[in-house]
């Protein structure tokens, strides 16, 4: 038998209950100053997420964990759908995530018609790349440091369609911005109809001149699109400001949403020229609902972030970002400053941010990886391409000092005596 009225609305209250009694704690200590290095304040923080007491983890640049109250929302509406699946998802909980996509639009900095809820970042560049017009002989724009993903779905079109890719190297060290963007502007011919370029790198967190591109296209008629998984809920320039076309980012690096959460956004004029990966109906050529049409799929992870972003804005983009930039120079203060270490990014907040890409002469990349891992219980990951040779060190805002010197003590003493 199904739900009564009045058990659909007494659940509803409650889920309206456990969502304000969950975030109470966390708007409470939002409150407080929280300058970046108010070790209370950032301990207190910590307190809201399920940490792991037996790893330290340094790569949230990769997955950063959603806070308690995401993952308790996650289960709520799931323990709600599967009284009525059909019922519930389909005709309540789908019907339910405009607010979440009138918040993501001013997050993203587009309006609401221009965005499209997607699994990921990676689904937002496939549909795009896959789905821009072109034709034989037709060419991508991208770069050496830009995500595998993407040079697979160029290279798969290009199997498919007769395109080219074409990849310009990037430095790590970065070099300035006008000449990343002259060199990108540079390789930009009359066959171009794509430019692809990450907001921030996932190499080394270096900042894209998105915005100097954009001005170098103006009148062209190419897509200018951007990968702001990395950007999205650190840097604040909006898709907007940037003047690119199309946008995509996923929700589970400093946004700190759900596994299964991103978004695409398209400007009005290119939604009609730009196909769905996922076959629509004509009736949505025009609309940004095209880029949705995947079959079923859970609305709870959607619907939990209105909690995510409530906890994002409770924190504020800025003060996490300085936590962040605070965390990385003291890690750094204890590691550049030894002998024979490769620094493939930079310290300065305006060229790289919230990584530490380091290589050391004495300890192979690999080898050190395993070793932080199997005998410190330290995760990093490895970036071995694209002219680097390197660990990626990433901490999240509620990352010890403890955690930080002890990696950075570590480290200290392998670039001096290697790998013990």
Not at 23 to 50: P, S
Not at 75 to 96: G, L, M
Not at 321 to 348: M, Q, T, W
Not at 365 to 382: C, M, N, P, Q
Request: aromatic letters at 8%.
């Amino acid at each position: 038998m199904g739900l009564t009225r009045r058990e659909w609305i007494a659940g509803a209250v409650s889920a309206f209950a456990f969502r304000d009694a969950t975030l109470l704690e966390v708007a409470r200590i939002a409150r407080g100053a929280g300058e970046q290095g108010d070790e209370e304040f950032w301990l207190r923080i910590r307190e809201q997420f399920d940490i792991d007491p037996e790893l330290t983890v340094f790569n949230h640049a990769g997955l950063s964990p959603s806070p308690i109250a995401v993952r308790d929302a996650i289960a709520a509406q799931v323990k709600r759908a599967n009284a009525d699946p059909s019922y519930t998802i389909w005709r309540r909980q789908d019907n339910e995530l405009g607010p979440v996509r009138s918040r993501l639009a001013k997050l993203v900095g587009c309006d609401e018609d221009e965005l499209a809820l997607t699994m990921n970042a990676t689904y937002g560049l496939q549909t795009i790349l896959m789905g821009v017009p072109m034709e034989r002989g037709d060419s991508f724009v991208t770069t050496t440091h830009d995500y595998p993903r993407a040079f697979t779905a160029m290279a798969q079109r290009g199997r498919r369609d007769g395109t080219t890719m074409t990849q310009v190297p990037h430095t790590a060290p970065p070099e300035g911005k006008d000449v990343v963007a002259k060199k990108v502007l540079g390789a930009v011919t009359d066959r171009t109809k794509a430019v692809l370029l990450c907001q921030m790198t996932f190499t080394n967190g270096h900042i894209f001149p998105i915005r100097e591109v954009a001005d170098g296209l103006a009148g062209k008629d190419v897509v200018l699109f951007v990968d702001a998984a990395h950007g999205i809920g650190l840097l604040p320039q909006s898709f907007k400001e940037m003047k690119a076309q199309a946008y995509t980012a996923c929700l589970h690096k400093w946004v700190m949403g759900p596994i299964g959460t991103g978004v695409l956004a398209v400007q009005r004029p290119w939604i009609k020229r730009i196909w769905p990966l996922h076959p629509a109906d004509p009736e949505l050529d025009d609309s940004m609902r095209k880029f949705e049409q995947v079959g079923t799929r859970p609305a709870a992870p959607f619907l939990a972030l209105k909690e995510c972003l409530d906890f994002h804005d409770m924190i504020g983009m800025e003060r996490k970002a300085a936590r962040l930039e605070f965390l990385r120079k003291r890690l750094s203060d204890k590691v550049l400053n030894a002998p024979d270490v490769i620094h493939y990014g930079s310290l300065d907040p305006a060229v790289c941010r919230a990584i530490l890409a380091v290589g050391f002469k004495k300890a192979p990349t690999f080898e050190l990886g395993g070793w932080l891992l199997a005998k410190h219980r330290i995760h990093v990951t490895t970036m071995v391409r694209a002219g680097m040779d390197a660990i990626r060190i990433s901490p999240n805002m509620f990352t010890t000092l403890e955690e930080v010197d002890r990696l950075g003590d570590i480290l200290n003493d392998v670039a001096r005596n290697g790998i013990s």
